[in-house]
C-alpha cells in the first residue's frame, strides 16, 4: 500500500476494528512511517485524524520497530493544527518516554534533541483552548522527562497545580499522582 491508497482507505468513517487491520497491513507492509506522519498533516482533518489514531496503534503495539522514526515524528509534532491529532502525538509521546519503554526508544530519545517536544507540551499544557486528555497526556510526558532536563520539574508543578484549581476529576486524579511523584 502506498500513500495515496492509505489516504482512499482512511477517507471513510473508521471504527476501532479497521484501524486496527490496516495496522496490521502497515506492519506487515513494513509501511514507511515517514508517510503515515505525513498524512497526520493532511488538510482534512478527518483523514488526519484517522491516520494519527493508526499511528498511535503501530507504535503503542511496537515502539521498539519504530524507534528509527522518533526524531521525524517528534519534527511532526511541532507542527500539527489539527485538535483531534494533538490527542494521538501526546499519547505517543507520553508512552514512548515511560519508564517501562523499551531499551532501543530510550537510547534513541537520548540522542535526539527534544527540546522543541518539551516546549510543545508544556505550550498544550498551558493552552486554554486544548482538550484535557492532551493535556493529561502532555502532563505524564513531560513528568516522564523530569529528570532529563532541570526546568522541567518547577513548571511542571506550577501547570499541575494550577490546571487543578478548577480541574475536571481527570485532571484532579493525575495531577494528584504526579504532584506525589514530583516531591
Do not use: C
Not at 56 to 84: C, G, H, R
Not at 85 to 95: E, F, T
Amino acid at each position: 500500500m502506498d500513500q495515496n491508497k492509505l489516504v482512499k482507505q482512511i477517507s471513510a468513517t473508521l471504527g476501532k476494528l479497521k484501524v486496527i487491520e490496516l495496522s496490521r497491513i502497515l506492519r506487515d507492509q513494513q509501511f514507511n512511517l515517514r508517510d503515515l506522519i505525513d498524512i497526520t498533516h493532511y488538510q482534512d482533518e478527518a483523514i488526519a485524524f484517522r491516520a494519527a489514531w493508526i499511528l498511535e496503534n503501530l507504535f503503542l503495539q511496537q515502539p521498539e520497530v519504530y524507534a528509527s522514526y522518533l526524531e521525524y515524528l517528534f519534527n511532526a509534532l511541532t507542527d500539527i493544527k489539527w485538535p483531534p491529532v494533538k490527542r494521538h502525538y501526546a499519547k505517543i509521546v507520553m508512552h514512548i518516554t515511560s519508564p517501562k519503554a523499551p531499551k532501543i526508544i530510550k537510547d534513541q530519545l537520548k540522542q535526539i534533541h527534544i527540546e522543541p517536544v518539551i516546549e510543545q507540551l508544556f505550550e498544550w499544557l498551558i493552552d486554554p483552548k486544548i482538550k484535557i486528555a492532551v493535556k493529561v497526556f502532555s502532563a505524564e510526558a513531560l513528568f516522564n522527562l523530569r529528570n532529563q532536563h532541570d526546568l522541567i520539574k518547577d513548571e511542571l508543578r506550577n501547570q499541575i497545580e494550577f490546571l487543578m484549581r478548577d480541574g475536571s476529576a481527570a485532571i484532579q486524579t493525575r495531577g494528584k499522582k504526579l504532584l506525589k511523584g514530583l516531591g
